[in-house]
Nanobody
Framework: QVQLVESGGGLVQAGGSLRLSCAAS????????MGWFRQAPGKEREFVAA????????YYRDSVKGRFTISRDNPENTVYLQMNSLKPEDTAVYYC???????????????????WGQGTQVTVSS
């Protein structure tokens, strides 16, 4: 079993930055695809970013490209999401997730992932 714990959320003004962290425990996730999803009130959970096991491949939803950066530190069993130039529409609960294996573009789907954190709230004020 893998436990994922997010941290780093909070309240920030539009244009500001936050760095989310996701600490994994229970077993190493160094070979896992890791991702971040978010869910705003009344909306479905949506893909934000994903990273392959080595960090050599990263994927982003269009609305965060150029503003968000996903990265990982395998020796520390931790994944990060650096969020810059935040906008009010980025307000949501952000979830860290991981999967032992994902084929093709299924990383876009929440059902492709095996483990989820409890989420951390990000609120961007205008």
């Amino acid at each position: 079993q893998v436990q994922l714990v997010e941290s780093g959320g909070g309240l920030v003004q539009a244009g500001g930055s936050l760095r989310l962290s996701c600490a994994a425990s229970g077993r190493t996730v160094s070979t896992y695809v890791m991702g971040w999803f978010r869910q705003a009130p009344g909306k479905e959970r949506e893909f934000v970013a994903a990273i392959n096991w080595s960090g050599g491949s990263t994927y982003y939803r269009d609305s965060v490209k150029g503003r968000f950066t996903i990265s990982r530190d395998n020796p520390e069993n931790t994944v990060y999401l650096q969020m810059n130039s935040l906008k009010p529409e980025d307000t949501a609960v952000y979830y860290c997730t991981g999967a032992a294996r994902i084929l093709g573009t299924y990383y876009l789907l929440p059902t492709a992932y095996d483990y989820w954190g409890q989420g951390t709230q990000v609120t961007v004020s205008s």
